[in-house]
């Protein structure tokens, strides 16, 4: 299955757009959630903690505040990444590539994001927090996360 059904390059803005975007966010945002805090503990001994990182990065003390934060990212700003930025360029440099492919770019351009540019260059973290077994889990939850994004935009699309 590839994504070749829209033939312009950027979506068209439109309120089912906008409600293509919060549910790709929502939905991708709860497979992240199930996957960071309940199956990555099992596997690596510790939860995912994406609030931790905006803390990080922010200087926040407040908790709540970097888990709206994350979770604000992931619903709204992350789907409107993959519509305008990464589903583009896919559909300009490889336009046949299967959607399957698009989601995983996706999802580890949002992992190097996370624990390469936020973690690394701005919270000051090693590089992919040195490769430890969560650094694994973040990829496998960021593929998750683009894959369910990937897919509803092309399902709510068809």
Do not use: C
């Amino acid at each position: 299955m590839s994504d070749t059904h829209e033939t312009h390059l950027l979506p068209r803005l439109s309120t089912k757009l906008l409600f293509t975007i919060l549910i790709a966010g929502f939905a991708a945002d709860i497979a992240w959630e199930i996957w960071a805090r309940g199956i990555t503990p099992l596997l690596v001994g510790g939860a995912l903690e994406p609030a931790a990182l905006v803390q990080s990065v922010f200087g926040f003390q407040n908790r709540f505040a970097a888990e709206i934060i994350h979770a604000i990212v992931g619903i709204v700003f992350y789907p409107i990444g993959y519509l305008f930025i990464a589903r583009p360029l896919q559909r300009m440099i490889v336009p046949n590539l299967p959607l399957f492919l698009t989601g995983l770019g996706f999802g580890t351009g949002l992992w190097i994001f996370a624990l390469y540019v936020m973690a690394h260059l701005i919270a000051g973290l090693p590089a992919f927090l040195g490769f430890i077994p969560l650094t694994w889990a973040s990829l496998v939850g960021h593929w998750l996360f683009g894959l369910v994004v990937a897919y509803v935009v092309w399902y709510r699309e068809h």
